[in-house]
């Protein structure tokens, strides 16, 4: 990059959950894409494993800090992606008050950070804004229906005000803002124990455990492997987009249908359990790409069926002793 001297430097780019499932794979990427990275995280949902293997990398650096305090950062900074959040409804029903806290004190001291150092900021939302959504498949122009006082709430409105104080900074200060409503996503790194379904039934049929299936399993998912998500945020941050942009797989399934595949790919997987539907659980939810299409030229490339066997491999390895 180009800096106002004339002389040539690397961007350099602060990512808030740096340690976390995505923001470490974001940072893989952006360091192949010749970035300097500095991870900021508080590890409460985040690990140093899943940063582990860039120790002794110059261009790499690790900051423990809780965003919701005032981010201190000396020198340039070219992108912010504010990814710091519990992120899945058994992290966020544990810790209600932190994840209001990140989504708004976090959001407004990494946009302060941006607006100070003029840097480009990107914001990781959700298909969660959508909540339990009366429009199938979701466009960006769908507003939601999200019950703000129910559980699920707490991330859902940290995850909305998020977005309107972006927005808010964009329009009254001019930061050059993305959002990225970022949809079901699984891969390597996720938490064994964070509750999700991918962790859940992958971790249950690898101890011979019976699936828990919540409700019926009639609820769908769209599920993006964590490479093509990564790949869509990037673009995304380099374009000139500053609305809200959907990235996901539009490959829909329902919740049983997923326990089926992965007893099917996993031997020895004994069954299924039915257990209570979650409160305010979405009933559906399928992401419309259109305008990733248009806009980056994204779409997923990775098959559900090679997404999930990587994965499988992944916490087949974790788990073994
Ligand atoms: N789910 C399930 N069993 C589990 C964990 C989750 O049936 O052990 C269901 C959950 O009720 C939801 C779907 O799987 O309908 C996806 O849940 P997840 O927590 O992965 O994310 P969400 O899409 O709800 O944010």
Redesign the pocket.
């Known amino acids: 990059m180009s800096t106002s001297s004339g002389s040539s430097r690397k961007p350099v780019t602060l990512i808030t959950g740096g340690a976390g499932f995505l923001g470490s794979h974001l940072g893989d990427r952006l360091l192949s894409e010749g970035h300097q990275v500095v991870a900021i995280d508080n590890l409460l949902t985040g690990s140093l494993d899943n940063i582990a293997h860039h120790a002794g990398n110059p261009d790499f650096r690790f900051i423990e800090h809780d965003v919701t305090r005032f981010i201190e950062f000396e020198g340039e900074v070219d992108f912010i992606f504010h990814f710091a959040s519990p992120a899945?409804?058994?992290d966020y029903l544990e810790l209600p008050i932190q994840t209001l806290k990140v989504g708004s004190l976090g959001t407004h001291n990494a946009l302060g950070l941006a607006r100070a150092k003029g840097a480009t900021f990107l914001l990781a939302s959700t298909?969660?804004v959508y909540g339990d959504p009366l429009v199938h498949p979701q466009r960006e122009d769908y507003w939601g229906n999200v019950n703000p006082i129910g559980p699920r709430g707490v991330y859902d409105e940290a995850k909305r005000f998020a977005e309107a104080i972006t927005m808010a900074y964009h329009r009254t200060h001019g930061v050059d803002t993305k959002i990225v409503r970022i949809f079901?996503t699984y891969g390597p790194r996720m938490r064994l124990r964070d509750?999700?379904?991918?962790p859940?039934?992958i971790g249950?049929a690898l101890e011979g455990k019976s699936?828990?299936?919540?409700?019926d399993?009639s609820?769908t998912?769209s599920f993006c492997y964590v490479s093509d998500l990564v790949d869509g945020i990037y673009r995304l941050s380099l374009s000139d987009c500053h609305d809200p942009v959907n990235i996901g797989n539009p490959r829909e399934m329902t919740?049983l249908e997923?326990?089926e595949r992965i007893r099917d790919l996993i031997p020895g997987t004994p069954g299924i359990l039915h257990?209570p539907?979650?409160v305010d659980?979405?009933k559906v939810?399928q992401p419309n790409i259109s305008k990733a299409r248009e806009v980056l030229g994204w779409e997923p490339k990775v098959a559900f069926e090679e997404g999930i066997v990587a994965t499988i491999e992944y916490f087949r390895k974790k788990c073994s002793p």
């Open positions: 899945s409804p058994f298909s969660e079901n509750g999700r379904v991918v859940a039934f249950q699936l828990t299936v919540f409700g399993g609820q998912r919740i997923f326990a257990e539907l979650p659980d979405p939810r």
